[in-house]
């Protein structure tokens, strides 16, 4: 079992930024890959980023890519969304999802995280 919790959002205007945090625990978990997801209301979830076990490896979707950088901390257990130059159409719930293919992770991850809220004002 794994167990994500993420922390971090909050309201800013539109140009500031915020860092997500999502802290993992569980057996290995430096070995899953770690993926954020938002969903805003009304609308369907979508994927945002992705991270392989070792930070190898980074996706992003079209819209946040050149914003948003994935990072994680191994050591810490934790994984991170740093998001600049906010747009109010980045309000969402943002959540962090896990899973040991990164494949699947974009699809269809194993664990999720209860989420956190953004809203950027304009």
């Known amino acids: 079992q794994v167990q994500l919790v993420e922390s971090g959002g909050g309201l800013v205007q539109a140009g500031g930024s915020l860092r997500l945090s999502c802290a993992a625990s569980g057996r290995t978990v430096s070995t899953y890959a770690i993926a954020w997801f938002r969903q805003a209301p009304g609308k369907e979830r979508e994927f945002v980023a992705s991270?392989?076990?070792?930070?190898?490896?980074?996706y992003y979707a079209d819209s946040v890519k050149g914003r948003f950088t994935v990072s994680r901390d191994n050591a810490k257990n934790t994984a991170y969304l740093q998001m600049d130059n906010l747009k109010p159409e980045d309000t969402a719930g943002y959540y962090c999802a896990a899973d040991t293919s990164f494949v699947l992770l974009k699809s269809a991850p194993t664990y999720w995280g209860q989420g956190t809220q953004v809203t950027v004002s304009s």
């Open positions: 991270i392989s076990w070792n930070g190898g490896r980074m």
